[in-house]
T-cell receptor
Framework: DTGVSQDPRHKITKRGQNVTFRCDPISEHNRLYWYRQTLGQGPEFLTYFQNEAQLEKSRLLSDRFSAERPKGSFSTLEIQRTEQGDSAMYLC??????????????FGEGSRLTVL | KQEVTQIPAALSVPEGENLVLNCSFTDSAIYNLQWFRQDPGKGLTSLLLIQSSQREQTSGRLNASLDKSSGRSTLYIAASQPGDSATYLCAVTYGGATNKLIFGTGTLLAVQP
């Protein structure tokens, strides 16, 4: 399978715990994005990387959230001191950017977080 | 505020019918527009990407059009099948090649056999 993969697919945690999600993009895709989707809504942008550089963060990404892409390949999204409002599907996507042209986004299956 | 709206929110059609899903956006200065399909509890599958310089894209039974001046896109599905049942999401990118998508809330399509 050469698509975007996310792990874990489901995570149930208690309020106050820390959780970490991992995303492996399509090989050679230099851009990686994180989105959050709540029930009945479209996904909302959180942050994106070009190679290992984090180029933009949404105001939705509070200081409890941190994302990294240390070697320009896989990425992690960590949520510290989880709150019930963090319950959502966390989606990762990747794309290729060359010479100012950005191709379509390919999404993974998502990581569903439930905070009790 | 840059917003994307999809109408209708839900649609039910009999198998074999042709249908149109609508997407509108408030700012015409888009970079590109993508249509996605999402099955329940799953991620998004890209269907069609239209660059701002294009008017339409086709893939199999799907045809997407783009009218920047009116801020509208449509997704036409020909000869619908029960397997087409899913949520269809429209998303636009503004202001350059960041590919930071702004999504609509989707249209939930049910194709009845």
């Amino acid at each position: 399978d050469t698509g975007v993969s996310q792990d874990p697919r489901h995570k149930i945690t208690k309020r106050g715990q820390n959780v970490t999600f991992r995303c492996d993009p399509i090989s050679e895709h230099n851009r990686l994005y994180w989105y959050r989707q709540t029930l009945g809504q479209g996904p909302e942008f959180l942050t994106y990387f070009q190679n290992e550089a984090q180029l933009e963060k949404s105001r939705l990404l509070s200081d409890r959230f941190s994302a990294e892409r240390p070697k320009g390949s896989f990425s992690t999204l960590e949520i510290q001191r989880t709150e019930q409002g963090d319950s959502a599907m966390y989606l990762c996507a990747s794309s290729v950017t060359k010479s100012g042209f950005t191709g379509e986004l390919f999404f993974g299956e998502g990581s569903r977080l439930t905070v009790l | 505020k840059q917003e994307v709206t999809q109408i209708p929110a839900a649609l039910s059609v009999p198998e074999g019918e042709n249908l149109v899903l609508n997407c509108s956006f408030t700012d015409s200065a888009i970079y590109n527009l993508q249509w996605f399909r999402q099955d329940p509890g799953k991620g998004l599958t890209s269907l069609l990407l239209i660059q701002s310089s294009q008017r339409e894209q086709t893939s199999g039974r799907l045809n997407a059009s783009l009218d920047k001046s009116s801020g509208r896109s449509t997704l036409y599905i020909a000869a619908s099948q029960p397997g087409d049942s899913a949520t269809y999401l429209c998303a636009v990118t503004y202001g350059g090649a960041t590919n930071k998508l702004i999504f609509g809330t989707g249209t939930l399509l049910a194709v009845q056999p």
